[in-house]
């Protein structure tokens, strides 16, 4: 267990509307990742993080953002939820010895925009 | 950009047999590292195997071996004497110099009794 909890798990949610889903971790790894996966395509990144507000973008970053103010919590935020951002969305830590940093994931959180 | 490409989106094999899942990508970087992930239908991921990019020994865990071929950018997955619970998508993963770490589009592996 790497001590990560995503929330909310499942949200149901209106085209047009914020959506902000959150990832806690109580290891203090540095890098924290997101992923979105669907069907077809595999996980793909969005955006990720190397320590507390560094952020990067990833593959598909356009219509998410992302803050981290503390070292535990990555937020993402869709600013007005689309349809298309219907999808199983996971963070990752990146941990691992010998810096070879592999990933530990939540449990996903679905979100379905209406 | 780097790219990961699973070319078989499903594979199907024999319990007991020896399966192997392909993975090419593609880079301008020397020094990286790989990785295999397996997701179950619990939807949990799982690291399989990592390797090193520098490291010319192909890695090795358990059943689970790979085939990393630097100049080729190939890195396949052999699974040895399958077992049912070895049924999963298989995700080829790359992990760049800046920390990005990326996904292949995944395989979904079938065991047959």
């Known amino acids: 267990d790497a001590g990560i909890t995503q929330s909310p798990r499942h949200k149901v949610t209106e085209t047009g509307t914020p959506v902000t889903l959150r990832c806690h971790q109580t290891?203090?790894?540095?890098?924290m990742y997101w992923y979105r996966q669907d069907p077809g395509h595999g996980l793909r990144l969005i955006h990720y993080?190397?320590?507390?507000?560094?952020?990067d973008k990833g593959e598909v970053s356009d219509g998410y953002s992302v803050s981290r103010s503390k070292t535990e919590d990555f937020l993402l935020t869709l600013e007005s939820a689309t349809s298309s951002q219907t999808s199983v969305y996971f963070c990752a830590i990146r941990a691992g010895t010998l810096n070879t940093g592999e990933l530990f994931f939540g449990e996903g959180s679905r979100l379905t925009v209406l | 950009a780097q790219t990961v490409t699973q070319s078989q989106p499903e594979m199907s094999v024999q319990e007991a047999e020896t399966v192997t899942l392909s993975c090419t990508y593609d880079?301008?970087?020397?020094?990286?590292?790989l990785f295999w992930y397996k997701q179950p239908p619990s939807r949990q991921m799982i690291l399989v195997i990592r390797?090193?990019?520098?490291?010319?020994q192909n890695a090795t865990e358990n059943r689970f071996s790979v085939n990393f071929q630097k100049a080729a950018k190939s890195f396949s997955l052999k699974i040895s004497d399958s077992q049912l619970g070895d049924a999963a998508m298989y995700f080829c993963a790359y992990r760049s110099a800046d920390d990005k770490i990326i996904f292949g589009k995944g395989t979904r592996l079938h065991i047959l009794p």
């Open positions: 880079t301008s970087e020397s020094d990286y590292y």
């Open positions: 290891e203090n790894h540095r890098y």
């Open positions: 993080s190397y320590g507390v507000k560094d952020t």
């Open positions: 390797q090193e990019a520098y490291k010319q």
